[in-house]
């Protein structure tokens, strides 16, 4: 879920609080002193604290791909660019240096990601854990994990399709793979394919109150 990272994102952020029933809108950022908020229905409003007011203004344009392209291949062509891991370590240095990114290009997420990101507590590793040891997973909870994937975690683990069965989609993740502690877990995730061959009457996930 996204947070207010600077002063000035704070002072919207209190402004929205005082005016806007927040958990019905998706609240992402637009510079390090605009905040977006977005309804159920996709009408969006950027406002901006300039000069001690808080102003509405217009929704900048997004960076075309040939744009981003360029940019990106010219950051990592960089040999003094800096080794960005996290979504927060990325967020940080989008708000902090001149880029014609919007922060989701510059987080690299693809629309369901990172509405997710936007609405949703972003997973560790025990989260994770705990979710797939139990066999089912949900298609949100699929989201987070996929979430906690990108959040710099593709490097020491791995997560992917294994195929389908008479009973669904098979997924497995595995922890440290290249650790000899390493850990590894098969689910199904629970999508339309999955209620389909189970019947609409699937039994209650022990794993979950």
């Known amino acids: 879920m996204y947070k207010p990272h600077t002063i000035e994102q704070y002072k919207v952020w ?10 019905q809108f998706l ?3 637009v510079s390090r002193s605009a905040l977006m908020v977005e309804d159920k229905m996709g009408d969006r409003l950027v406002f901006e604290y300039r000069n001690g007011e808080i102003l509405e203004c217009p929704e900048p344009a997004q960076a075309s791909p040939a744009v981003v392209k360029r940019f990106v291949e010219a950051f990592h062509n960089d ?5 960005l891991h996290t979504l927060d370590e990325v967020t940080r240095w989008w708000l902090t240096h001149a880029n014609p990114l919007s922060h989701q290009q510059a987080v690299g997420l693809p629309d369901d990601l990172y509405r997710h990101y936007l ?3 972003v997973y560790d590793t025990e989260d994770v854990c705990r979710i797939v040891i139990c066999g089912v997973v949900s298609e949100e909870e ?3 994990i996929r979430l906690w994937y990108r959040n710099g975690n593709t490097a020491d683990n791995w997560l992917g399709p294994l195929g389908v069965d008479g009973t669904g989609n098979l997924y497995g993740v595995i922890f440290r793979y ?25 039994k ?3 794993c979950r109150p």
């Open 14 to 23: 209190q402004f929205l609080k005082q005016n806007f029933i927040m958990n």
């Open 27 to 29: 609240l992402s950022p």
């Open 79 to 83: 040999p003094h660019h800096p080794m």
């Open 119 to 121: 609405s949703h507590k």
């Open 142 to 144: 699929y989201l987070g």
């Open 178 to 202: 290249s650790k000899p502690n390493k850990r590894e877990y098969v689910f199904y995730l629970q999508d339309d394919y999955y209620r389909y061959m189970n019947g609409k009457g699937i």
């Open 204 to 206: 209650k996930d022990p």
